[in-house]
């Protein structure tokens, strides 16, 4: 016992210096940070020599922090832009997963009030303030407290892109913003009257997805669904990977795509590829 | 019994070795027992210390975070607008649109700051407004209703987590004041699960046993247990149920574990003894252990936050606590255990070593010691044997060394002088070098065997010390019998050699001494013949011849006395002895035996102090020099000088000197130069080697005998010769402490002496008879003659008390001297017989030895020497 432990300390002594620093440091969306923090946790126990350092901060962050090569990987959680595009030479995109976005409601309204499904206009008539009364929905009669995202979350674009039809679409001024999904979660579960939305990975007993009725065709906010790639909130997941990191980095990447992330990725919600 | 003794040290050494090596185990063992005690002490009291700092760490947390909330909450509703808000639902005037409005303000705010749910309540507890519409009208909860007379009052209050059907819920609650500083209502907030307790003791876990938990007056847990899965894994807690609210902590009296099912009766489990601890005193601590909620044997910690109404425990796992405690101990008596091995095999591989190294010194030492021909034997202090090896045993005519060993060895080998005089232990000379300390070294003793015969012994006694004190003496000897034997062989060879070398020199001498002689006796005859012519006529010229002829004859005795004197085989007699006086009396002898060409020079030194030795080997050495001295010069003309004298010798002079190492002092020498041909260097270094000679006629031994009788003096012989100018021997006699002699007086003392009484003078020639009688005569005595020993006999058994002395000569016939003096001393034992004889003394009364001959006068007799005897023979008796 004592032999090994001195044993080691003599390893540790005499390991080369090189190899003792390998740090990954990763920056962007926090949507694929839920995926990456458990992949994270997973790698590290197959690679206790790896030390990644994981900062969310939106997908604004991660392009940034790729472009002045602050950071080895990029999380995004939307498509980028041609600009982008243009700036990012020599970075590769890798997609890692999709995220779907359901438009939430409380257990009260959705079980309580039977309120199951909503079609797209009526999401973006709430969320443009045309209407503001549960009842012109087929609720009860209570007020909606919109409750929004932050303009720059993946999360928030994939919804105004997607119910809004611009994914930069003005926020409404009486809504309700909020910063990260949690907060989303928790207002969602304590009110009786909020909208919202969420990564469908967040959704529990106490906050439901609606169906979203598209063309008359509804949409229920299921892994089935977004995997056979009809329901129309969802986005990919991406990293921006840059051509020139170091082996190590692209070992992690490849552990990332590998089968052996899928429980990371499903802990945190998201859908694989496959 | 060395390789008993041997072994009785090995087994004492090795017995030494094993206590020493037990007083060392004993003491590095206490030593480990008490540094352990006090490592184990120290270990506790840093951890008492770590668990202590953890617990207050946890307290200002919790009090800083409540004055956080409360800060941030007073903050929020100190905005008149917010009050206003709050006070128009407060005061019932609230709508639907006011109270959305309301949610609607708090919403971001609320979830930003971590809170979950907001509720206002009247006075009364009735809730005003929330999130919720549908609960407006209720009561607030039971579990926090009890704050509300303290809210209402100004308090501010966080409330202990309460249980609800979704899990535990905290509230932070404050009191809504009026416009008029009233209180009016209460503004609650739901703590966000990241503010609750359980969050803050969390940051009071480390190592992998060490928590941090809160508790409430009941025992009952308010913040989470770091165990939940092993709580769930004993069935006190449900799955996904949170140990919150839902754990006591009670002792089970037992360490719970899977395999065994709960103790009965749980809820009457007393509460362990922090809690109790707690409830009796505000904070204290256990460092000797005690079961926690898990029957896990622990060491805790405690204080009572009065602000919040709950205590807050640290404990660890006595285990963990241990463990570092643990392994030194461990680690210690594991090294404990290897220096015991490392002890023994060390121990056992010196000891190995140690023996081995003693049987082969002993092998050799014993080797040596019974290999050698000496005999060596050891004695203690008491003089008893400790060793004695075959030589000596064998040597002394024993069988072994155990038949010596502890005997007192001067009382069994060193008894007796050999005279057979018993040898007092007290003087011997063995005890003599132990108790003085000394080496000692003795060759004229002799030891004596088993069968009662003694040998000569030469030894050597050594003490052996132990520092500065003697523990025995070793005795080494060796059986001289065969060099005693032969010492006494080489002597009379020795002898024979002097004496014939003394004969050869005569031999030499014997022409100018029949010269002489004829000299003399022409002169006597001439003489006498004239005087037997006068004696008629011319008395007076007749009596001047009688006078010559006396004096040639008194020359003729010195002549004859000188060469009976150096021909003798006399006795080595050692005597003080003058030596200008030894030189004076062989003049006659040197002269005749001179070349004519030839003169001899003295320069004799008139008071010379005595030296110990033979006069008749000093006139032979004398005779060969100036023999030598004589050839040197040969045919030609040359001057001899002998001269006497006294001088210091030191070391330095007597370096250049021949002899047997003599030793620096006073010496006094004759030394003899001469003015004749001189030595080489080759013959000066041979000049002493016995046969070598450069003469025709020379047998080789005169040089050889000069040393060879200056060495047995002590003495010292000097040479210098330098071709063709002369030769210079001096040979040197050491002082002895007798002095200067002086004889004269006696002499002269003798001249005036008379005897009186009757004198027998026995001899068979008539003229010297008569000669005896008329000196007799002279002297005053009476006198009667006899011719033999029979008739001597005869006469003085007729004569008998009348005779006062008697002169009788050795050699006559019908009976001698000897037996006629053995029959007188028959008749009367105290007879004085002064005996005469042709022969010299030593030869002449060597059969007289032990009879009391009164004196012995060597032939021809003088007046003189006759007179002086009688004077010393006569005044004994009166």
Known sequence: MKIRSFILLLAILMAPLSVSAQIIKVAGSSTVKVFMDHAVEAYHKLHPDVQIDAQAGGSGVGVASVMDRSVHLGMISRELDAVEKAALTGVEQIAVGIDAVAVAISDELYHGQHLHSLSRQAVAAIYLGEIDNWSEVGGPDRHIMVIEKEM?????????????????????????????????????????????????????????????????????????????GAYPLSRMLYLLMPENVPDYVRQFVEFLTSPEALPALNKAGYLSLQ | MQESMRARRDIGMTVNGWFVAALFLLLASLLSWFSLNAIRSNTLEAVQAEMQALNHWVDSDL????????????????????????????????????????????????????????????????????????????????????????????????????????GPRMWVMLPVTDNKGAHIGVFALELAESRHFSVTTVKGRS?????????????????????????????????????????????????????????????QWPLTHAVDGLLKHPDGADMQGYRDYRGVRVFGVWQWDRMLDLGIITEVDADEALSEYYHIRNLL????????????????????????????????????????????????????????????????????????????????????????????????????????????????????????????????????????????????????????????????????????????????????????????????????????????????????????????????????????AYSGKGKFVVRPLNLSDSVEEITHLLEVSLEKGVVLKYSLAESLPAVEADEAQIQQLIMNLVTNANEAIGKKSGVISISTGVMQADSSYLLDCFGDNPVQGRYAYVEVNDTGCGMDAETRDKIFDPFFTTKFTG?????????????????????????????????????????????????????????????????????????????????????????????????????GSGIAGVLMDLTMPKMGGEECFSELRRINPDIKVVLTSGYNEQDAIQHFTGKRLAAFIQKPVSPDRLREVMHKVMEDEA
């Not at chain 1, 979350?153 to 001024?173: E, M």
């Not at chain 2, 100190?78 to 206003?84: A, D, G, H, P």
């Not at chain 2, 004596?448 to 030469?458: A, M």
């Not at chain 2, 002898?495 to 006796?521: C, M, P, T, W, Y």
Request: charged share 20%.
């Open chain 1, 152 to 228: 720059h979350r993946g999360t928030r674009q994939v919804f105004a892109s997607h119910i809004l039809g611009d994914s930069k679409a003005p926020t409404l001024p009486q809504a309700v913003v909020i910063g990260p999904n949690r907060h989303m979660q928790t207002l969602l579960k304590t009110s009786d009257q909020a909208i919202g939305y969420l990564t469908i990975g967040d959704l529990d007993k106490h906050v439901h997805g609606v169906e979203i009725i598209v063309d008359g065709k509804a949409y229920a906010p299921t892994m089935a669904e977004v995997r056979s």
């Open chain 2, 333 to 564: 008596l594991t090294l404990l255990a290897g220096l015991i091995i490392i002890a023994v095999i060390l121990l056992r591989g010196y000891s190995h070593y140690r023996s081995r190294l003693e049987y082969e010194a002993a092998y050799h030492k014993d080797l040596l010691l019974e290999s050698t021909a000496e005999a060596i034997y050891g004695i203690d202090p008491q003089g008893c044997c400790t060793f004695a090896n075959k030589s000596c045993v064998r040597l002394l005519g024993f069988d072994n060394a155990e038949q010596l060993l502890g005997k007192n060895m001067h009382a069994l080998v060193h008894h007796t002088h050999p005279d057979g005089t018993p040898y007092e232990p007290q003087s011997c000379h063995i005890m003599r070098s132990f108790h003085q300390k000394t080496r000692v070294y003795k060759r004229d003793e002799v030891f004596w065997r088993r069968d009662g015969s003694s040998f000569p012994v030469e030894y050597w006694s050594h003490p052996v010390f132990d520092g500065d004190e003697t523990i025995g003496c070793v005795v080494t000897f060796l059986d001289i019998s065969e060099l005693r034997d032969a010492e006494r062989q080489r002597s009379r060879i020795e002898k024979q050699v002097q004496h014939a070398q003394r004969l050869e020199s005569l031999g030499i001498l014997a022409g100018g001494i029949a010269h002489d002689f004829n000299n003399i006796l022409s002169a006597i005859l001439g003489n006498a013949a004239l005087a037997q012519r006068r004696v008629v006529n011319d008395p007076v010229d007749a009596k001047e011849k009688l006078e010559k002829i006396v004096q040639s004859c008194d020359r003729a005795s010195v002549l004859c006395r000188q060469m009976l």
């Open chain 2, 63 to 166: 009090a800083s975070q409540g004055a956080e909330m409360t800060g941030e909450i007073a903050s929020l509703i100190s905005e008149n607008m917010f009050l206003n808000k709050l006070a128009v639902e407060i005061n019932g005037a609230g709508t639907a649109d006011s109270r959305f409005n309301l949610r609607r303000d708090l919403a971001a705010w609320m979830v930003s700051h971590e809170y979950r749910d907001f509720f206002v309540f009247d006075a009364s507890g009735i809730l005003v407004a929330g999130m919720r519409d549908a609960e407006l009208g209720n009561a607030m909860p039971e579990a926090v209703s009890h704050h509300l007379h303290a809210v209402m009052s100004g308090s501010h209050k966080v409330t202990h987590p309460f249980a609800t059907p979704d």
């Open chain 2, 699 to 799: 047998r080789g031994l005169g040089m050889s005998a000069v040393l060879g009788i200056v060495r047995g003096h002590k003495g010292a012989l000097k040479l210098y010769s330098e071709l063709g100018r002369g030769t210079s021997f001096k040979f040197l006699l050491p002082v002895s402490g007798s002095g200067v002699l002086d004889q004269t007086v006696e002499l002269s003392r003798h001249d005036l002496w008379h005897g009186h009484g009757l004198i027998m003078v026995v001899d068979d020639e008539e003229t010297v008879r008569e000669t005896a009688i008329m000196m007799l005569e002279d002297m005053g005595f009476t006198t009667i003659g006899v011719e033999n020993g029979v008739q001597a006999l005869d006469v003085y058994r007729q004569r």
């Open chain 2, 207 to 267: 190592g992998k046993s060490s928590e941090t938990y809160l508790v409430s007056r009941e025992g009952l847990l308010l913040s989470s247990s770091r165990f939940e899965s092993d709580l769930r894994d004993v069935g006190l807690l449900k799955p996904a149920q949170s140990s919150v609210l839902a754990i006591r902590a009670a002792d089970p009296g037992a360490l719970l574990t899977k395999a065994q099912p709960l103790p009965a009766n749980m809820e």
